[in-house]
């Protein structure tokens, strides 16, 4: 069992930044690691994966302004979004599956993120 809990949502004008974090409850080693989005009214949608080995995907819809990382050792990752866009407006989730697993299977609670002026 691995538990998660995001943070770092907020308000933020178009063009700002916004760092999210997700902290696990456990070692996230062997883990993948993942964040969703879900806008009012639309399905939730892949952000951004990292693997347990570290290597990084992205949607095209936020290929070079959002960037995630994680630090194992700390049983955290993290989203860096730049060059925020009202359509960037979601509440996000981080997830996690065990690297040999099909699907992600842990989930957050959400954090929410408003980009507006």
């Known amino acids: 069992q691995v538990q998660l809990v995001e943070s770092g949502g907020g308000l933020v004008q178009p063009g700002g930044s916004l760092r999210l974090s997700c902290a696990a409850s456990r070692g996230i080693y062997n883990y993948d690691m993942a964040w969703y989005r879900q806008a009012p009214g639309k399905q939730r949608g892949l952000v951004a994966t990292i693997t347990s080995g570290g290597s990084a995907n992205y949607a095209d819809s936020v290929k070079g302004r959002f960037t995630i990382s994680r630090d194992n050792a700390k049983n955290t990752m993290w989203l860096q979004m730049d060059s925020l866009k009202p359509d960037d407006t979601a509440v996000y989730y981080c997830?996690?599956?065990?690297?040999?697993?099909?699907?992600?299977?842990?989930w957050g609670q959400g954090t929410q993120v408003t980009v507006s002026s």
């Open positions: 997830a996690a599956k065990y690297f040999v697993v099909r699907s992600y299977d842990y």
